[in-house]
């Protein structure tokens, strides 16, 4: 016995819903089924309505019109079940539909949530700073490491010595003597080569075509060696004072 009033009552089952819309489908073949036999009394009464009019029976036809719009009064009443099922098994069709795509969004849902764990949008901000941060100090440990290697040597000190070197470079070319070229042979800047054998100046050029000497009026090439004045930085007063006696008795 229960002290508190009415013991309440269990709950119904859960009604399967594919089953109440096979009901529904069965229902309305049924009442399809009606309509169509009431539909042949509807013309049946017609006729004979017809017939009885022909033979001058009033009261029969008018007896038949009667059953006839009875006939029409059930099949619109028939009409209206029909439509109210089609409705309700619309109705449950949808919302079994709607159930479907609830509890498939609600998976998606959970199984999103599984994947993600504990892990927001802070967790995932808080990341990206120690990251950053993790960065900055392994480039200032980078840094730190390489600096003794780049004070070991001063710049302006490798500048000076490289300009030392090009100096040096530039003194040896001036001290170097020109190399002596072939007497009897001279090119000019346009690659046409001049050659000086037995005094006969020819003149040939790059496709090996002789031009005459008549059209070209050129010294000839000397044949004994040129004198090559150079200056020996070395030389005293005295020196230089006896090289200008001598080249001028030999002019």
């Known amino acids: 016995m229960n002290l508190f009033g009415k013991k309440k009552a269990a709950p119904p089952p859960p009604v399967d819903a594919s089953s109440v819309i096979a ?34 029976d009033k009261n029969g036809a008018l007896f038949c019109l009667k059953r006839k719009k009875m006939y029409e009064q059930e099949v619109a009443k028939l009409q209206g079940a029909r439509i109210t099922l089609e409705n309700q098994a619309l109705s449950l069709e949808s919302a079994t539909v709607n159930i ?16 993600r764990g504990n892990i927001d949008a ?3 901000d808080d990341l990206m700073d120690d990251m950053a941060e993790e960065k900055d100090t392994a480039d200032q440990i980078s840094e730190a490491i390489s ?17 030392e070197l090009e100096e040096l470079e530039l003194d040896e070319k001036l001290l170097t003597p020109p190399i002596p070229t072939n007497p009897n042979t001279i090119s000019n800047n346009n690659n046409n080569v001049i050659s000086n054998n037995n005094n006969n100046n020819v003149i040939s050029n790059d496709n090996n075509n002789v031009i005459p000497n008549t059209v070209f009026e050129m010294p000839q090439v000397p044949t004994n060696n040129i004198q090559n004045n150079v200056i020996n930085t070395n030389e005293t007063e005295e020196d230089i004072a006896l090289r200008e006696l001598q080249n001028s008795m030999l002019a």
């Open 122 to 124: 802070d967790r995932v």
């Open 23 to 56: 009901n529904i489908r069965t229902n309305l073949e049924m009442l399809d089924k009606r309509e169509q036999h009431i539909s042949k009394k509807i013309d049946a009464t017609l006729a004979e309505a017809k017939m009885k009019a022909a033979r001058k």
């Open 147 to 163: 600096r003794p290697a780049q004070d070991m040597f001063d710049d302006d000190e490798l500048l000076n010595e490289l300009a």
């Open 100 to 115: 479907e795509v609830f509890k498939t969004v609600e998976q998606g849902t959970k199984a999103m949530k599984g994947l």
